[in-house]
């Protein structure tokens, strides 16, 4: 999961716990419009911080090189394809941008057969952004048959 820029702590804080259930990493890419050390960041992630992989960066330039070899899905309401059309791999990472403005044009640009978007209906602008990374993660995972989940307090003969 990478998250672009995030600026509003209660998000990331949410995204934080679902990266903790799901066993997904997390990289943020600075700046980041909050510190990390924020209440509301920390509240929102309630005390899955220590559950969570987190990677940080100073570019995306510089976690695209260090990653390369690994597929990019990149989310924007101005992509074409639906986020469940695609075929998503283990390992894949699937990319968000800031709340106020999402991805970067350019990179979508130079990316554009990657982007994938959530429908909506009415123009409605967008969704939030930790909703928008629990669907498109969740269906990531149900498309590798959650590869790597372990199912606590799972009911038997039900």
């Known amino acids: ?91 894949a990472f699937l990319v968000f941008g800031k709340e106020t403005k999402g991805l970067p044009e350019d990179l979508l640009r130079e990316n554009y057969e990657h982007c994938i978007r959530i429908p909506m209906i009415n123009d409605i602008r967008s969704l939030n952004l930790s909703n928008s990374v629990a669907i498109v993660l969740y269906e990531a995972y149900r498309q590798t048959d959650f590869l790597g989940f372990r199912i606590a307090g799972e009911l038997k003969g039900i």
Not at 31 to 56: C, M, N, Q, T
Not at 59 to 86: C, G, I, M, N, W
């Open 1 to 91: 999961m990478v998250l672009v820029e995030p600026e509003i702590p209660q998000n990331t804080g949410n995204i934080v716990r679902t990266c903790a259930a799901t066993g997904s990493v997390l990289h943020l890419v600075r700046p980041l419009g909050f510190e990390i050390s924020d209440k509301h960041l920390k509240r929102a992630g309630l005390d899955y911080w220590d559950e969570v992989e987190i990677h940080y960066h100073d570019s995306f330039r510089e976690l695209r090189e260090k990653y390369r070899s690994h597929p990019f899905y990149f989310s924007s309401t101005k992509a074409a394809l639906r986020y469940d059309q695609v075929r998503y791999e283990d390992g």
